[in-house]
């Protein structure tokens, strides 16, 4: 049951008098149902739903101004009228959306063959329109937008009281609307938020002062006010998103958004509604709009993870983003605008998926503006004690135990192991070997990673070692690819894309 305040502000939002007390409860019923609704979509699909019910129109349509500078207008839902001719100018729907927008005031015609304010108009002829009824949606002074509805024989429902009953729920209807942007704003910003980690990336995070890594600060240094395509090459676990951020967040973009996306073993439609967002109807699942990332990112930093693994379709589409800043979502006719820098990162490379024919040349060279090869751990050894160190600062800050020291014994089998899994996978072997140090300094006992005896014969190759590595260790783990990318200290991605090169197969 409703307080006595609750309904004095309900009927005093119709902008009248008093409503009958069954609609006073209707609407009190609605406020609750709409505020619970935070999606916006979702939340127009109902007030168009319950606007439809209460009037017993045959067709009908909401129309919103946009959050932005333009305040432009565009149909959001629409009942039994296609929304594209909506707003034709010869159709008397305009006319009235107009009206409305003009005085912010509602519209009603019980009969609109006989009304003199739509005489000639060749809508209401040709189609037959006798009921129309229109009122706008407003809060605070500010028009957030309109809603509309008609009927050719259904006229039951459009009376001054459905009209007041209608005033009172676009009251309603204006404040949810406002609230449900205010948490789709809110649901970009934490995903910004949450793909930052919370905390700012600069060169100081990427460790190293050997002679190739010295080459990456050189060339990040030179690039990083500028708004140049970057593409960053390099196996898996050397940095490249850690890079990627520390552009973003050292550059004159640090104060907007920095947005990853990692484009491998995504089916081709999820990739393409992540990047650039979907209509409502596009394909199956797609229930309401949706704003692609690129969209979420627009005026900061995009980064592309394994680029290479972007399908040939969807590669055109990224050209155009790369080359005029739009893109349309899926489904959509409207061409939209972003302004965002593109970092890529493959562990593949490009040239070579080019010459195949898997990789768009012309997009190849809009991202490879400038070419950052990220070298594997077992190229710049001489950093793995710098790395050690900061991994073990990095947990002592984060749980606030004593910072634990490394024996020289354990250190030197840290620099004689190859690391498959470049830094990645040094910094979990550090983890796990903190954690089984308990209280002791770190030694050759809490080390678990794979030991391989030194070649006492003929030599083999790197590639060689890491082969028989990684082979006996899923042996040892009776084939489970997971639990053998573990003990590797890699990612599952890693192994699967070794396993292909090397063409095992399950058996």
Not at 328 to 355: C, F, M, P, W, Y
Request: charged share 30%; hydrophobic share 40%; net charge neutral.
């Amino acid at each position: 049951m409703q307080d006595n305040s609750t309904t004095t502000r309900i009927a005093q939002a119709a902008g009248g008098g008093m409503l009958p007390q069954e609609q006073l409860h209707a609407l009190y019923e609605i406020s609750q149902v709409l505020n619970s609704i935070t999606d916006i979509d979702r939340l127009l699909e109902r007030v168009m739903d319950i606007a439809i019910q209460t009037v017993d129109a045959e067709r009908g349509f909401l129309v919103l101004r946009e959050d932005n500078e333009e305040g432009k207008l565009s149909v959001r839902t629409a009942r039994n009228i296609a929304p594209e001719s909506a707003l034709s100018i010869s159709d008397i729907s305009h006319s009235i959306v107009q009206q409305v927008i003009d005085d912010q005031r509602g519209v009603l015609t019980i009969d609109a063959q006989t009304d003199p304010r739509f005489a000639g108009s060749e809508s209401v002829i040709f189609k037959q329109i006798r009921a129309v009824m229109s009122v706008p949606f407003i809060l605070r002074g500010k028009l957030l937008g309109v809603i509309y509805l008609d009927s050719k024989t259904r006229r039951g429902g459009f009376t001054d009281d459905s009209l007041g009953f209608l005033k009172a729920f676009s009251n309603l209807g204006a404040i949810a609307i406002e609230n449900a942007r205010l948490m789709e704003s809110l649901r970009d910003e934490n995903y910004m938020l949450r793909t930052e980690v919370q905390r700012t990336y600069h060169f100081r995070e990427i460790i190293g002062n050997s002679q190739r890594m010295l080459q990456v600060f050189e060339m990040l240094g030179k690039i990083i006010n500028s708004d140049i395509a970057v593409l960053l090459e390099g196996e898996s676990g050397t940095g490249k998103e850690l890079v990627a951020r520390a552009l973003h967040y050292s550059g004159p973009r640090r104060d907007r958004p920095f947005i990853a996306q990692f484009c491998g073993n995504l089916s081709e439609t999820l990739l393409e509604s992540e990047l650039f967002g979907h209509k409502r109807g596009a394909f199956t699942g797609a229930i309401s709009d949706k704003k692609g990332l690129l969209e979420v990112a627009n005026g900061g930093t995009f980064f592309l993870d394994e680029v290479a693994d972007v399908p040939i379709s969807i590669q055109s589409k990224l050209l155009r983003v790369l080359q005029d800043g739009e893109f349309r979502r899926v489904g959509d006719t409207e061409t939209r605008k972003v302004d965002v820098k593109i970092v890529s990162a493959t562990n593949k490379s490009l040239t070579r998926e080019v010459e195949k024919g898997t990789f768009r040349e012309d997009l190849y060279y809009r991202l490879n503006v400038i070419m950052i090869h990220m070298p594997p751990l077992r190229d710049r050894t001489g950093d793995i004690p710098l790395l050690v160190q900061y991994f073990l600062n990095k947990h002592a800050a984060k749980t606030s135990e004593r910072l634990k020291k490394i024996t020289p014994d354990a250190m030197k089998i840290l620099e004689q192991y190859h690391w498959p899994g470049n830094v990645r996978e040094l910094e979990n072997a550090i983890e796990r070997a903190i954690v089984l140090a308990e209280d002791r300094d770190i030694s050759p006992n809490e080390l678990i990673i794979p030991r391989v005896a030194k070649p006492m014969g003929t030599a083999k190759t790197l590639k060689e070692y890491e082969r028989e590595l990684v082979l006996k260790t899923l042996e040892e783990m009776k084939g489970n690819k997971t639990h053998t990318a573990d003990a590797l200290g890699v990612s599952l991605r890693w192994l699967h894309y070794k396993l292909a090169e090397w063409k095992i197969v399950e058996k």
